[in-house]
């Protein structure tokens, strides 16, 4: 093998130049450049030796850093579904702001510390106090009562603050619907289901390419009432393995009318969170996603 010396020119005698190793050349030919993408912070520079054409491709090397930083306001953040989301966001490092009437919970937590709390109603709040500098809005408002109150909760406060988060450039917006339980149409026309519906089409309207919704069956987890704890997973997490060892047996009956109030499995609250946080992570993550597909979702950021 050649040796490594014989490779490089004769040594001259002759003293080298100081001006070739002068400190005045500058490292860097051309000034580095910043770069803000949906949210995303990335700096570029070329860098090439003293002496080196700037403009030679074969010599420049491009650095781009990609640091993301996520802050979610999540909308009834203090209930059964908006605190396990915030719950969970905070545990990936999401910076979270909840508004929901009660404001802050009256439980206490370590996670709860680092969620801002506002307290305000979606049809009057000052949404520069709430939006500016968010990069997703995650929604749970709903609720039951009269047809006309099930149409308001349901969906024109979810039209209202998916058309203030549009307005404001967020990029995303998250909304928790349901399952429709292949119920016939004189009973998806109640206000909770129209209302839900509505909603829907107002987050894939408003942002087609980046609006997401998901709509799980019964959701079950521990959830607290008037200051005592449901143990809805009694319930639920067993149903769920039940349904889900049988379903190969049961699909012949999902097209009967309302079958999956019977066949489809409940959902973790978990498993919404997680969906949630995979939705604000995942810039793929776009469109309507089913029972199985929240599951999925869970599972892609679940550690």
Known sequence: MASFLSFLPAVSARPIPTSAFSPKRPLFQTPPTLHFKNHRFAVSCSYAEAGVNANSSSNTID??????????????????????????????????ISLSRSGRPTYSGAWVDQVTWISGDVFYVN????????????????????????KRINGEANVVAVNAAKEYGIPKFILISVHDYNLPSFLLSSGYFTGKRKAESEVLSKYPNS??????????????????????DLVGEPAEKILRAVENFTKPLSSLPASDL??????????????????????????????????????????
Not at 85 to 94: E, F
Not at 286 to 299: C, L, M, R, S, V
């Open 63 to 96: 650095v781009v850093a990609d640091v993301r930083s996520e802050r979610i306001v999540v909308l009834g953040g203090n209930g059964f579904v908006g605190s396990s989301i915030c719950k969970a966001a905070v545990s990936k490092g999401i910076e979270v």
């Open 211 to 232: 609006g997401i919704v998901l709509r799980p069956a019964f959701i079950y987890g521990k959830r607290r009432v008037d200051g005592f704890e449901l143990p809805l």
């Open 127 to 150: 949404w520069d106090e709430v939006l500016v500098g968010a990069t997703a809005v995650v929604s749970t408002l709903g609720g039951f009562g009269s047809e006309e109150q099930m």
């Open 262 to 303: 019977l066949l489809a499995p409940p959902v973790s609250v978990d498993d919404v969170a997680l969906a949630v946080i995979n939705g604000v992570t995942d810039d793929d993550f776009f469109g309507i996603f089913t029972i199985d597909q929240i599951k999925e979702a869970a599972n892609k950021v679940r550690v």
